[in-house]
Each structure stands twice: as structure tokens, then as C-alpha cells.
């Protein structure tokens, strides 16, 4: 062999290594999350501790673009798991046959709605959509006290949401909107004039949280949708002026998911992540310093934050499934049709 196609080889080798160790020869498990920094380099550091030999490579980014990349990557994984995203995104993957099927130790902890009938994803975490505010400018008396608020004229320009499109956040709370119709009359014509409404109300959509959170704050608007736990970390971690009102007709509250790409190049590392990130003591971790609502029973509340314990939120009674099927179908109507109308 000569010396210019044994480099090739050897370079070849080096190229198809790459995605199973680092240079220093540490094994990679790459991750997928919209978590954000403050978890990730939180239970990247933890994690590596535990398990010196593993090298954990994040990506943070928006619950729908984990789904479009895990998608686009369907020939070559590139990413081992998947964590954090409603589960109507899950939903959607895991009938694409992008999951891996994988049984945790915990999972007879967790009623049916917060799992898959087939073990390919599970839930970790309530999400709890509600009305945000900035505190500077309203109080939990004066801001909107339910859904249908928002759209009354003293709110015109006053409502800053992050674009729903890239957000399975978004997506799946107006989602949620159309379903209070959908489900007694099996047509979204209702939902949509409700969204038409909002969208009047609506100045700017924002392209990612931190840009709605900064306008907030800014009172380029006083008021948004976000998610409950997400809220109380930005004023605890930012010292943001929000504050947030539980709508009193209730809201569709979803969970937050986990899930082993299927194919992932280390998979066996990424179920020691998984496992990791969801055992008992990260649970209570999340709970405590990141206000993430468990989803397992077994979690003892003596070790919950007491505001935790204690929350009462009525949820829409909602059929995942189908809203996870026709949610494609809804949000690609409101992008063409309702979206900057108003």
C-alpha cells in the first residue's frame, strides 16, 4: 500500500471514529435540548463526574427544530438523545420510527398519559402553560385572568408571544386552544377565531424565549403565554419583573419527554444518561433548583418545593393523540392564514 492511500485509510478511520470519542478519547453522548444552559451544563457537569470516561456534547435548541433535526438526520444520527419537548412532538417521532424503544427503571412510576404504549418515549416533567406579566407594570389582579382576556381591546399591541412554529411549547398550547372547540364540534373553525383574535392583539412574535422575555422586560409588551416553571426560573436566575396568573378555566398542561434517538451511535452511554437525568436525586434537583413538576409518583413531596406540592391546575381534557396528529395541520393554517392578520 502506498504511503498517500494509507493516509486516506487512516484518515477514513479517523472520520468514522469521530462520532463514538473526542481526541482525548472519552466516549460522546450527544444531546438534544431546548433545557437551555442553565440545566445542561448543570447535568453535563454532574453526569462527567459520575462517568469520567464519557464525554456529554449538547445541543440546545427549540423543541420543534429537535424534531425537524432528528428528522432530517434519520439516515445518520448524529445526535444519541432526545431531551425535553411536549410530547405531541414525541408523539409525531416516535410514528416516524425515530425512537429508540427503551423501558427506564422508573417506568412504572408514570400513569399513561405521561408515557408511550410502546417504551419509546416518557415523560420527565408537567409543563403548565400560563398568562405572563411584567410586574412592574401589573399585578396578578390587574393582568388577564383567563384565556379569553387576551383578546379583550385593553390588550391591543400589548402581547408579545414567541413564535409558535419553532416552539413546541407554542405549538402545542395553541394546539390546545383549538382543541377546547375541537372536541365537541370536530372542526378547528372556532379555534381559529380565537387565535384570528389573539393575533390582533399580538405585536410581535418573538424568535426565540430570550428575545420574548427581553420585551417583556423592556414593556415593549406586558404580557405573554409561557411556561409556568420557566417563568419562576428567569426571575430567580435574571431577576426578571414577571410574574404569571393561572388561567381559571385551566390549561393544557403536557409533558416534558425523554427519549433515545433510534440508531444513535452510543446508545448504551445515552441510557446511562437517560437514567441518569431522571433518577430520583436529579428529579428532586430539577424540582428544587429548576422548577420542573415531576411526573413520576414516586417522588417524595416532603422533598418538593411546598408551592409544588400543593399546585392545583384544572387540565383540558385533552386526546393527545389526535391533537398530536392534527397539530401539523392547525399551526401550518394559523402560519398561512391568521399569522400578522390582525
Not at 502506498?2 to 472520520?15: E, H, K, P, Q, W
Not at 433510534?262 to 448504551?268: D, F, I, Q, T, V
Not at 409544588?308 to 393527545?320: G, K, N, Q, R
Amino acid at each position: 500500500m502506498s504511503v498517500a492511500r494509507g493516509g486516506i485509510l487512516l484518515i477514513l478511520i479517523l472520520m468514522l471514529s469521530a462520532g463514538c470519542s473526542d481526541n482525548s478519547g472519552k466516549r460522546i453522548v450527544t444531546v438534544y435540548s431546548p433545557h437551555g444552559k442553565e440545566i445542561l451544563e448543570v447535568f453535563e457537569d454532574r453526569f462527567e463526574q459520575a462517568n469520567p470516561e464519557i464525554d456529554v456534547q449538547w445541543l440546545d435548541m427549540g423543541a420543534q427544530d429537535a424534531l425537524d433535526r432528528v428528522r432530517s438526520e434519520r439516515a445518520n444520527p448524529q445526535g444519541d438523545i432526545w431531551w425535553g419537548a411536549p410530547a405531541t412532538n414525541f408523539i409525531q417521532a416516535a410514528d416516524e420510527g425515530l425512537l429508540q424503544s427503551y423501558q427506564p427503571s422508573w417506568s412504572d412510576q408514570v400513569i399513561g398519559d405521561f408515557k408511550d404504549a410502546g417504551n419509546r418515549w416518557f415523560g420527565t416533567a408537567q409543563l403548565i402553560p400560563v398568562i405572563m406579566f411584567n410586574s412592574q407594570e401589573l399585578t396578578k389582579e390587574t393582568a388577564p385572568q383567563d384565556w379569553k382576556d387576551l383578546l379583550q381591546p385593553q390588550w391591543k399591541d400589548k402581547i408579545v408571544i414567541r413564535y409558535p412554529l419553532a416552539s413546541g411549547t407554542m405549538r402545542t398550547t395553541y394546539s390546545g386552544m383549538i382543541w377546547r372547540y375541537y372536541k365537541d364540534s370536530e372542526s378547528p373553525d372556532e379555534g381559529y377565531d380565537w387565535l384570528r383574535k389573539l393575533d390582533s392583539n399580538t405585536k410581535e412574535y418573538a424568535i426565540n424565549p430570550t428575545m420574548m422575555f427581553q420585551k417583556v422586560a423592556r414593556k415593549e409588551g406586558v404580557v405573554s403565554v409561557w411556561l409556568m416553571s420557566d417563568i419562576m426560573l428567569q426571575v430567580d436566575t435574571y431577576t426578571y419583573p414577571f410574574g404569571y396568573v393561572v388561567p381559571t378555566s385551566g390549561a393544557p398542561i403536557f409533558t416534558d419527554c425523554i427519549a433515545l434517538i433510534a440508531n444513535g451511535k452510543n446508545s448504551e452511554d445515552a441510557k446511562a444518561f437517560y437514567e441518569f437525568v431522571t433518577n430520583i436525586e436529579s428529579t428532586v434537583l430539577q424540582a428544587k433548583d429548576h422548577y420542573r413538576i415531576p411526573t413520576r409518583l414516586d417522588i417524595p413531596k416532603e422533598q418538593l418545593p411546598s408551592w409544588m406540592a400543593e399546585l392545583e391546575v384544572s387540565p383540558f381534557d385533552i386526546d393527545w393523540k389526535i391533537l398530536s396528529e392534527k397539530s401539523g395541520e392547525w399551526m401550518k393554517y394559523w402560519d398561512e392564514n391568521i399569522r400578522d392578520n390582525g
